[in-house]
DNA sequence: CAAAATACGTAACATACGATACAGCGCTCC
DNA sequence: GGAGCGCTGTATCGTATGTTACGTATTTTG
């Protein structure tokens, strides 16, 4: 089975003419990059003529040149998302790795990260640990566990930090309280929930400043968020996994608690106090 | 200094209009694909208009979008070329890691789940799926959220699934209802919580099986339990972390929906009508 | 060796793409 | 509360790009 237009290339690489053989090789040596260029560039790379190209690719069995790009486009990110088939041989054994479902829930903590640079956490928590107005926390169906996990921590070392829990009309009714200075932190991945998308819509209508803990393929409500962290969620499981967001949470909540103490927060020392 | 557009981005994020930023995010969020596609494509997926990604491109110091694409390529180029240099941001520094924390997450979990055996997680599993009696589900302070998370999951999967939250006292109420068929899933890491400790010996009693969450120096619960997964929980950070449960939790609930699937359970063909 | 078929490049064309001008809007700051 | 500024989207324009037609070169075959 052919499954990338690699192989596609190299099956069929034989018997094509003079000038769309050294069009396929140039691909191949730098595959697949000079495909997403333009015709023009591809074409001078490989020597020839751009209406070579255009029937090189026709000979790969694509109508035209941009149904090709995407091909090659969608192969990439199949590659980049998902590093664990990055390697086109089997990720070795390794000590025959007991659980897929942990090795999955690995490399989405790293892709997360990567996605992520020291910076926007820094500026997050600075945001959440500067402490003019409140902080609100709330989540999904799957995910408000996570809002509270943040929210119970958070609680600990500084005032005003509110988890909204139950029906809808409950944290409407805390819309009043909200205002430019507070903090709106929300979790919601697919299927991303019309209630919350409203709650966030009217929120950032009162100038709260949101921060959304969403998956790859963002919730709607990134439109309105400051600041937005985009977690993996696919694992080889019937559920989507929060395990990447969890770890961003906690970081963010051990980021926070060390800049409050560096603020030399005394609630922070009278907690210490206390235990 | 800045050598990759995705920190360029994160350096400029902060000083950035809202439409730009949401330009960024989206570029940030599928990291860099989008940004070779044409400018309507990236202006529709972030949910902008097209000046919008051209001014986010010249803000970031480019001339025009063809600059833009090319330095991307350039970078794509790059990290393909040479596979073991993979990673965008700034590739661990041998040691001093750019996130400490995310090192010590992933250790704890492959930590956790070498101590962990297959067939341990799989008889955990099958006493879950197994639907002879009720499945309870609580934590402690800051473990609950793990108890909260792990039962929206297996509620919808099978029937007779609580969580107790509140008060001890409304616990305790609960306890009539168990009896040697049920299940109580404990989440309990230091310091561990009385209260917690006193309703599982009570539960015990009652013949109830017990599985335990616990970190790796065993909550006291671990004398009542049936099953104990321990994980562990030290991270550089004034919190402990419960990630490597947390991804325990993910795999356990992953096991029981193939196990109920596996079974034919009627309950899960009608769920997928329902969606 | 001749003739036909195939391959390739040049040049003209049409489309779709990036770029720009402008107007409306919201926000901030007096 | 009003004036000014900055941000954003709509509509338009010029151009770079993919595409096609056609003529020449090259190879193949009888």
Same mark, same amino acid.
């Given at each position: ?14 018997a094509?003419?003079?000038? =769309? /053989? $050294?069009?396929?090789?140039? !691909? @191949? ?6 495909? #997403? ?38 192969e ?20 025959g ?13 790293r ?18 640990? =500067? /402490? $003019?107005g409140?902080?609100? !926390? @709330? ?6 566990? #996570? ?19 139950g ?52 919730s ?18 019937a ?14 909540i ?18 210490e106090?206390?235990?």
């Amino acid at each position: 089975m052919i499954s990338s237009i690699a192989e596609l290339i190299a099956d069929r690489i034989g018997a094509m003419p003079a000038g =769309e /053989r $050294r069009a396929a090789q140039t !691909l @191949i040596a730098s595959y697949p990059l000079i495909g #997403l260029k333009t015709v023009a560039e591809f074409s001078a790379a490989a020597g020839v003529s751009s209406p070579t190209i255009l029937r090189f690719v026709a000979r790969l069995g694509f109508q035209n040149y941009s149904e090709f790009q995407s091909s090659l486009q969608d192969e990439l990110a199949a590659q980049l998302q998902s590093p664990a088939i990055r390697t086109l041989n089997p990720p070795a054994p390794a000590g025959g790795s007991a659980s897929p479902m942990l090795e999955a829930t690995l490399d989405n903590m790293r892709e997360t990260f990567r996605h992520l640079s020291d910076k926007q956490l820094a500026d997050i928590a600075a945001r959440l640990a =500067e /402490r $003019r107005g409140k902080t609100f !926390l @709330i989540g999904g169906r799957f995910t408000d566990p #996570l809002a509270r996990y943040m929210a119970a921590h958070l609680a600990v070392i500084q005032p005003d930090v509110f988890h909204l829990a139950g029906q809808e009309s409950m944290w409407r009714d805390r819309l009043i309280d909200m205002g430019k200075r507070d903090v709106l932190v929300i979790f919601d991945i697919r299927r991303y929930q019309d209630s919350l998308v409203r709650f966030a819509e009217k929120a950032h209508q009162r100038g709260v400043q949101i921060v959304l803990f969403t998956d790859q393929w963002l919730s709607p409500i990134a439109r309105f968020a400051r600041h937005v962290i985009a977690g993996r969620t696919a694992v080889p499981s019937a559920w989507d996994s929060s395990a990447a967001l969890f770890v961003v949470a906690e970081t963010l909540i051990g980021a926070v608690t060390l800049q409050l103490e560096a603020d030399g927060a005394r609630r922070i020392r009278e907690m210490e106090g206390l235990r």
